[in-house]
């Protein structure tokens, strides 16, 4: 059966950089491997392609015609695209014979980013006969789907051809939609699809079905026929879910890639750039504004809208069209009101594609009842979540599980729900967010959903609710990594908005450990100071007591002073029969004590906390108490009875297998051995400290464990491998955001740069340290002081004066500033000055 064609649209030569970026692509080409193949610069090439060089020399055609291996008809194309003929040779020229037929729109801005991802769709395309580009609402689906079958077009020499399915709204209009765009008509006799079969049927034929969803289920039905009745037929289909048919390939194109914000304060504008998302978003700019260039000043305020915007093309897009009207500044500070800012887009445009609220509209548009109340629902989780969370707080019955995952995985289908790469965790892009949150409160379920949101999270915690703390580690760290966001979320509902005080003074208390253990001390003591606020005459004593004890605590890791708390801690719990909370506030109280030479106090205070951690088996705490003891013990210089009680903490430790109260006994006998002139023994132990701190995920222990392996390097003489121990140190307590670490790391290094005579960087970091421990009133711990003094004493020794002015340069130095002069000293350590290297340690956990 032969099909009656009817006159197909033609297309004419492309212009020279879109021609360059197909031949490219389809070589499988990076700019820099092109670049290398022919010789000339990756501007040059950059340059071509986006067509700010429309004629290129003719040496430079020559180079990319032998550097692409390009056919004669491949040859004879580009380079009469590269120098066309004028247009009275045009009037009788014959067509390119090597030209593929094609629809294919000539793109009128420049395609940023996806170069990865349009190097794998192409290789995908030519490798699998149905290929579905999936992704959200404005991702780019359409545009790189173009980019990629352009890229390919020259290998179809039955053409390529892009069907809109877009304003087809009757989904028994996709078969006759194929057709017309192709110009076939069915004959009476025969279907619209059998007449589409004999038309594909010998062509080698690339189909590009734009915009499924709305008609996903004719649109899979049609392709799966003509897959199976043509066998040179491909497709390459856009669709928010898949087809899911047999055969098909999806590939989910992710969000552009913008700067974290830590990286973007760093960034020179050339450098942002190579973000995709900023580069987007300075070249649309620039599009309505000649006047707009990334600046040092801008490039974070850039990157903050791109990282909101998540990275999705047309949302930037939307947003990088308002700077006629605002500053990026004042843009940035608007998108919280996104679906009012974000309007504005193409007038030849798709309507849903005008407005950020008209693209998540179309989505909403397409789900069922059910999946819009789970929807609405899943927008009071802030970052990741669970399946069993969802299912918490979207279940609408007891046994309503499966229903819940169903419904999770249908929108993770459609693009509405995200899957993290770990496969068990999902999320909501935030602006998806925003839009499902407003539907939310159009269905008056916000304060029922976000309790149930909050239950679930206070049930979460209370396993980890102890004030000893978890004992599981690093798994236990990732794992709360993952809540973060949520626990803040739920605080922050109950207790700043007072929808239910009680649970978020719990939630507050029970999260303390984890906020500690992700050196977020700050942030816990906001928190904690809150909730305080909060409590009344009904809040439980036990919960005030371990408020109070999580202040003492962060006060005595930064270094202040924790006695105020600390006492209160110790009254409180002495109102209850909470021995194991009484035990640890005991001994913080003793730490406390002991920080400011009040040692007897101290004494007593560990007493009292060995014997109710002995009644209770509270091994932890019974092991600190001796530990504690051992510090004091060692301050009076009484080194034989300080090590007894530092062994006897560590046989404690071993046959508990806390790898918490391990860390420490090691950590202080490393302390011990640097004091008593025994370094080998002493690095020993701290390597051992690392590892166990590493185990317990205590990123505090594990930066003070680093600290004691340079110093004790350094006292062997060690010298280059103690430049590598403190480079680890120093990156490790900025990498962890430690203030008060870090001050001791450079420190460390201050001492490394002494002994290799460089007096003045010594001088100038202990003129910093010194200046930053003061502003932030810290009380230095003995061993610290002691370590220092010395330095300061060898020295003034040497050469007062010029030490002094040293000193007052360091004092005036930025944080970054003093980081990079130390990470300058320790960077590039000479040969080792013995046959035994130190091992960097592997595993930091940023």
Not at 6 to 32: H, M, N
Not at 178 to 201: D, K, M, N, Q
Not at 462 to 487: H, M, Q, T, Y
Not at 694 to 707: I, M, P, Q, V, Y
Request: charged share 25%; with cysteine.
């Amino acid at each position: 059966m032969e099909a009656v064609v009817g006159e197909r649209p033609s297309s004419g030569t492309p212009d020279f950089g879109r021609l360059l970026l197909r031949l490219r692509v389809a070589a499988g080409l990076s700019q820099e491997a092109l670049a290398e193949r022919a010789r000339i610069s990756v501007d040059a090439i950059s340059a071509l392609e986006r067509g700010t060089r429309r004629r290129p020399r003719f040496d430079t055609v020559a180079l990319l015609v032998r550097a692409l291996e390009l056919e004669d008809g491949e040859r004879r194309a580009f380079e009469a695209a590269a120098h066309p003929p004028s247009p009275a040779r045009l009037a009788v020229a014959d067509p390119d014979p090597a030209r593929a037929l094609d629809n294919l729109p000539t793109a009128l801005s420049r395609f940023v980013g996806r170069e990865t991802e349009l190097t794998k769709i192409v290789a995908l395309v030519r490798d699998r006969r149905l290929v579905t580009l999936t992704g959200t609402g404005g991702i780019g689906k359409t545009r790189t789907a173009l980019e990629a079958a352009a890229a390919v077009s020259s290998e179809f020499d039955g053409g390529v051809w892009l069907i809109e399915l877009a304003p087809v709204a009757d989904a028994a209009l996709v078969g006759a939609t194929i057709a017309s765009t192709l110009g076939v008509r069915a004959r009476p006799e025969h279907s619209l699809l059998e007449t589409l079969i004999a038309y594909f049927r010998h062509k080698t034929l690339l189909l590009v079905l734009d915009n499924c969803e709305h008609v996903v289920a004719e649109a899979a039905r049609i392709t799966e026929v003509l897959l199976r009745a043509c066998p040179n037929l491909r497709v390459l289909a856009t669709c928010r879910e898949p087809l899911a048919i047999a055969g098909e390939q999806t590939y989910r194109l992710p969000s552009l890639d913008a700067p974290l914000p830590e990286d973007a304060h760093q960034l020179r504008p050339v450098d942002a750039e190579r973000y995709s998302a900023v580069a987007l978003f300075a070249e649309r700019a620039q599009a309505v504004d000649q006047r707009f260039v990334l600046t040092p000043e801008n490039v974070p305020i850039v990157a903050e809208i791109c990282r909101r915007l998540d990275g999705i093309p047309l949302a930037i897009e939307l947003a990088a069209a308002r700077v006629k009207l605002l500053p990026v500044r004042a843009l940035s500070e608007r998108l919280d009101q996104r679906f009012a800012l974000l309007t504005g887009g193409s007038r030849t445009a798709l309507p849903r594609q005008q407005t950020l609220r008209a693209l998540i509209d179309w989505s909403h548009a397409l789900l069922n009842e059910r999946e819009r109340r789970c929807f609405a629902a899943l927008s009071v989780f802030a970052g990741r979540f669970s399946l069993e969370a969802a299912t918490h707080v979207c279940a609408e019955r007891d046994e309503d599980t499966l229903g819940v995952l169903d419904v999770v995985a249908s929108l993770a289908d459609k693009s509405l729900v995200l899957r993290e790469a770990d496969g068990e965790t999902f999320r909501q892009l935030e602006t998806t967010r925003y839009y499902a949150a407003e539907k939310l409160r159009e269905m008056d379920a916000e304060e029922e959903c976000a309790r149930r949101h909050l239950d679930y999270y206070l049930s979460v915690c209370e396993s980890d609710a102890a004030p000893s703390g978890p004992a599981n580690g690093r798994a236990w760290l990732a794992d709360v990594r993952g809540l973060l966001d949520n626990l803040r979320a739920a605080v922050r509902w109950s207790v700043d908005l007072g929808r239910d005080v009680r649970s978020g003074i719990e939630l507050t208390a029970s999260f303390c450990t984890a906020w500690m253990a992700l050196a977020l001390d700050a942030e816990c003591s906001e928190r904690i100071h809150a909730a305080l606020r909060a409590c009344d005459d009904e809040t439980p004593t036990a919960l005030r007591a371990r408020l109070h004890l999580a202040l003492a605590q962060i006060a005595i890791r930064s270094q202040r002073s924790a006695i105020v708390p600390a006492r209160e801690a110790v009254a409180l719990y002495a109102l209850t029969d909470h021995d194991r909370g009484q035990a640890t506030a005991l001994n913080a109280l003793g730490y406390a004590l002991s920080r400011e030479n009040r040692c007897d106090e101290a004494d007593r205070c560990y007493e009292q906390a060995l014997a109710l951690a002995e009644r209770v088996n509270d091994v932890r705490q019974w092991g600190l108490a001796l530990l504690n003891l051992g510090v004091n013990r060692e301050n009076a210089n009484d080194f034989e009875r300080t090590r007894q009680l530092y062994e006897s903490a560590l046989a404690l430790a071993g046959i508990s297998g806390d790898d918490y109260l391990v860390g420490a006994a090691n950590l202080d006998l490393s302390v011990l051995c640097e004091v008593t002139d025994a370094p080998e023994a002493g690095y020993s132990y701290a390597r051992q400290a690392f590892a166990a701190f590493e185990r317990a995920g205590d990123t505090n222990g594990s930066a003070l464990a680093l600290g004691n392996m340079t110093t004790n390097l350094i006292g062997l003489g060690r010298i280059a491998d103690a430049r590598t121990a403190a480079r680890d140190y120093v990156q490790y307590a900025r990498t962890y955001r430690l203030d008060t670490i870090f001050i001791i790391a450079l420190e460390k290094v201050a001492a490394i740069a002494q002994s290799a005579g460089d007096l003045d960087a010594c001088a100038q970091l202990l003129g910093f340290t010194a200046a930053r421990a003061a502003a932030l009133d810290l009380k230095r711990d003995p061993g610290n002081l002691r370590f220092t003094d010395g330095l300061l004493r060898q020295l003034h020794e040497g050469r007062p004066d010029e030490t002094t002015e040293w000193l007052a340069q360091g004092a005036l130095l930025s944080e970054t500033a003093a980081a990079d002069l130390a990470l300058s000293l320790v960077s590039e350590p000479p040969a080792s000055l013995t046959s035994i290297a130190y091992e960097p340690v592997s595993g930091l956990h940023p």
